[in-house]
């Protein structure tokens, strides 16, 4: 499984642990990989069309692989558009159990606010206590 997948992969593992959590009693499958297997050495041989092959047994293999892809992609489909329940039955859910992974956008750079500074009501140099008379003399 590449790096593509892994932050799928790490929600996946976070929202099992947490039924198991939530549910203790109840008996669930351990994880295992839903995308189909990938093709062997052999089924790779089979692509290249040997002169005394029939395109008819090409055109049946490349069906099926089709429909395995298909059959995938519904229960892919299936799998995300799983909501995450709430623990009250009268709220709504909480949102979806493995939402689609969004990389980080080109968004400004969070920075801490100015101090507020009060406004000031009268110049430094003529100040109480300063000694200087107002107009800079």
Do not use: C
Not at 56 to 68: E, F, I, P, R, Y
Not at 86 to 106: C, I, M, R, T, V
Not at 107 to 129: C, F, H, M, N, Y
Request: without cysteine.
């Amino acid at each position: 499984m590449g790096a593509r997948y892994e932050h799928t992969r790490s929600l996946a593992v976070a929202a099992d642990a947490e039924l198991r959590r939530r549910h203790p009693d109840q008996k669930a499958e351990p994880l295992r990989y839903a995308e189909p297997a990938s093709t062997d050495d052999t089924e790779r041989d089979q692509l290249h069309l040997a002169p005394d092959e029939k395109i008819s047994q090409m055109s049946t293999w490349v069906s099926d692989l089709a429909a395995q892809r298909q059959t995938f992609g519904d229960k892919l489909d299936e799998r995300q558009a799983l909501k995450v329940p709430s623990e009250d039955p009268d709220w709504e859910d909480l949102g979806h159990a493995f939402p689609a992974w969004n990389p980080p956008g080109k968004d400004a750079i969070v920075q801490p606010p100015k101090p507020d500074l009060p406004p000031r009501s009268e110049d430094r140099r003529t100040g109480p206590g300063s000694g200087a008379r107002p107009g800079g003399h």
